[in-house]
């Protein structure tokens, strides 16, 4: 099975009814995927499918064939990281770091449809991630960073 990854067309195998996560860890060693929960509630497991933060513990393979995924290993360009890993590192997010591909997936998402965000309508888009260290306010304060750095950035291209 073909699979676009990060822009690039990958050969898979499948196996029927294996989900997303074990694919890109245990075939295409993409390890920034974390399965933590397994079920899909904690989003530590997030990547985007067209453009949607999808969990990909619970996403079969057999649902992706023509569809345009993207994981933590494919948002920097080069060596620029996209904003929002840059704002996670400058806010100093992470502690254990677990959940934080899961929460930067969900907020590069989550940005693509609210580029102006308001800290609850942060809060409300990043609820349904958890973090066990409960850097949560880190998190709220990186998304509008990034949410700022990527209006300015959208500004000079603009101009």
């Known amino acids: 099975m073909q699979l676009k990854i990060n822009g690039q067309l990958r050969e898979v195998t ?3 009814g294996e989900m997303l996560v074990w694919t890109l860890r245990d075939e295409l060693g993409m ?8 079920v899909g509630i904690c989003g530590s497991c997030m990547v985007m499918v067209d453009g949607v933060a999808t969990r990909s513990c619970i996403t079969p393979m057999d649902s992706l064939v023509g569809k345009d995924i993207r994981t933590i290993e ?5 060596e620029a990281l996209h904003p929002v890993q840059q704002a996670f590192i400058d806010k100093q997010v992470p502690q254990c ?4 591909s899961g929460q930067i997936m969900t907020a590069v998402a989550f940005l693509q449809t609210t580029p102006k ?4 309508e942060v809060n409300e888009a990043m609820g349904r991630n958890y973090c066990r260290c409960g850097c949560y ?5 990186a998304v509008l ?15």
């Open 97 to 100: 770091g677990w959940c934080m």
């Open 117 to 120: 965000p308001s800290e609850s």
């Open 14 to 16: 499948k196996t029927h």
């Open 74 to 78: 494919g948002l920097a360009s080069g």
């Open 31 to 38: 390890t920034g995927t974390k399965p933590t929960c397994g």
């Open 137 to 141: 306010v880190r998190i709220r304060e």
């Open 145 to 159: 960073d990034a949410a700022q750095k990527m209006a300015s950035i959208h500004e000079e291209v603009v101009a």
